[in-house]
């Protein structure tokens, strides 16, 4: 196939449906994680959960890195703005994140000066702007978005540009995973394995899960025929008793990956020894920061960061929901006090976060409701 509307034709759709309900046709209950964020919204957009058989259930994953990033890491962020007089800037998903004093919105309306950026070349231009002012780039995301803030680290080195620096949050998927895999009260079956993070490591490194784990995985990519197609080449390796990584995504992944990509991450970046995730704690080898030789960009470095813990509230139920003990909707505050408009947690907030999926699916299927019952009484 060379188009992208051949992965939303109908007939192929239904067609993968078809195979997928006859590869589970037993009383077996079928588990399957899809990693990413970005998967679970394609699977609520798109109605695919409705297509299943009810013995394959599909569980989300710890792969929204606005999800999993813990409150201090963002109220330090925003410290430098309030404390040091610097010009925080992020990404719009990171823009609606509670934090312990407020979003970056709430604190933007007290007079932080927090602006929203769509890459860090972005920031990096308004500290060329205001050479009298520090800007502070709060870097977020896998593998996949690490690497232009990598070039971006770069391009400050190239240009001089002192008054720049990157407060790193970059994770890597692995030890998530990994994570997810070593905890006592998780049965999986096998995973949906993230698209675009497997764009920059490939589909390789996805191998330890299936040697040691014993668990299938298969990279998909996010239109509707990918996500079909993967579950049904995982359901077939189930079938057959085998057990190993295939890559759907074949169009977009390598196998080896990027290696001009993986290249700038290695120059730029190291592994921390830990790293705090949310609902998942803290994590060994798990993050990246920002090497030595760029020191001038490091903001944890420059301002001395402190580490602030916060707790989330007692109440919300997100490490469950990332971890996929819970489904979204299983949450006490899910669509209470909860809800896009004031969220509680980011999983409510982030484009790739799995309450926002369950809450605009049920939107979504509310309006559809409401406008059947105004028909049928006209």
Not at 66 to 73: A, E, F, I, K, Q
Not at 78 to 98: E, K, N, Q, Y
Not at 216 to 239: H, Y
Not at 323 to 336: D, I, M, N, V
């Amino acid at each position: 196939m060379k188009y992208v509307d051949e992965f939303r034709d109908p007939r192929l759709i239904q067609r993968a449906a078809d195979e997928i309900r006859t590869l589970a046709a037993s009383d077996r209950q079928f588990r399957i994680m899809e990693v990413c964020g970005g998967h679970t919204h394609a699977i609520y957009r798109f109605g695919l959960d409705t297509l299943l058989p009810s013995n394959v259930e599909l569980i989300h994953g710890p792969g929204c890195p606005v999800c999993v990033l813990p409150m201090g890491r963002l109220d330090a962020g925003l410290s430098l703005a309030a404390d040091h007089g610097a010009i925080f800037t992020a990404f719009g998903d990171v823009m609606r994140v509670p934090g312990r004093g407020g979003t970056p919105l709430q604190h933007k309306a007290r007079g932080t000066d927090v602006r929203m950026v769509y890459s860090p070349l972005d920031a990096l231009e308004i500290a060329r702007q205001e050479p009298k002012r520090h800007v502070v780039f709060f870097a977020i995301g896998f593998e996949t978005t690490a690497p232009s803030t990598a070039l971006t680290i770069r391009r400050a080195q190239d240009l001089d540009v002192r008054n720049f620096s990157v407060l790193s949050n970059h994770v890597t998927i692995l030890p998530a995973i990994k994570a997810v895999l070593d905890s006592p009260d998780m049965r999986l079956d096998g995973f949906i394995g993230p698209g675009h993070v497997s764009t920059v490591i490939g589909s390789r490194p996805y191998e330890f899960i299936a040697r040691y784990y014993r668990k299938p995985v298969v990279v998909t990519g996010f239109e509707p025929l990918d996500l079909l197609q993967g579950i049904a080449m995982l359901l077939r390796q189930m079938r057959e008793g085998r057990v190993t990584v295939e890559n759907q995504y074949a169009r977009v992944v390598a196998d080896d990956g990027n290696a001009a990509a993986l290249r700038a991450l290695d120059e730029v970046f190291e592994l921390r020894t830990f790293f705090e995730w949310r609902g998942l704690g803290f994590i060994s080898q798990s993050a990246l920061k920002i090497r030595e030789r760029y020191a001038t960009w490091d903001a944890e470095r420059r301002f001395n960061v402190p580490a602030i813990e916060v707790t989330d509230p007692v109440a919300a139920q997100c490490g469950e929901v990332l971890k996929g003990a819970l489904k979204p909707h299983q949450c006490k505050l899910f669509g209470r006090e909860c809800t896009p408009e004031r969220p509680v947690g980011a999983l409510m907030v982030s484009s790739e976060g799995a309450c926002a999926a369950y809450f605009g699916r049920a939107a979504r299927q509310g309006a559809a409701a409401s406008l059947a019952a105004a028909g049928a009484s006209r």
